[in-house]
């Protein structure tokens, strides 16, 4: 069992993400590119701008809620 399927486990560690934000393009200084990473899985996503940032932490969000429901 693990922190992903453990009913147990704190369920602040499920949204713990590290998140590298890459050096801005002087031509492009207001542009948000990086990678983030889930820390309970180590799944790791790359990301071009905020949105794509929040689309990641929604999906992982959503994979983590599914795998708490599977038996």
């Known amino acids: 069992m693990n922190a992903l399927t453990d009913p147990t486990s704190d369920p602040a560690s499920d949204r713990a993400f ?7 393009d002087p031509r492009d200084p207001g542009r948000l590119s990086g990678r983030i990473e889930h820390v309970l899985s180590g799944r790791c996503h790359d990301f071009d701008d905020g949105r794509a940032l ?15 429901n599977t038996p």
């Open 54 to 68: 929040l689309a990641c932490l929604a999906l992982e969000q959503r994979l983590v809620a599914q795998r708490r």
């Open 18 to 24: 590290a998140i590298q934000l890459l050096a801005a």
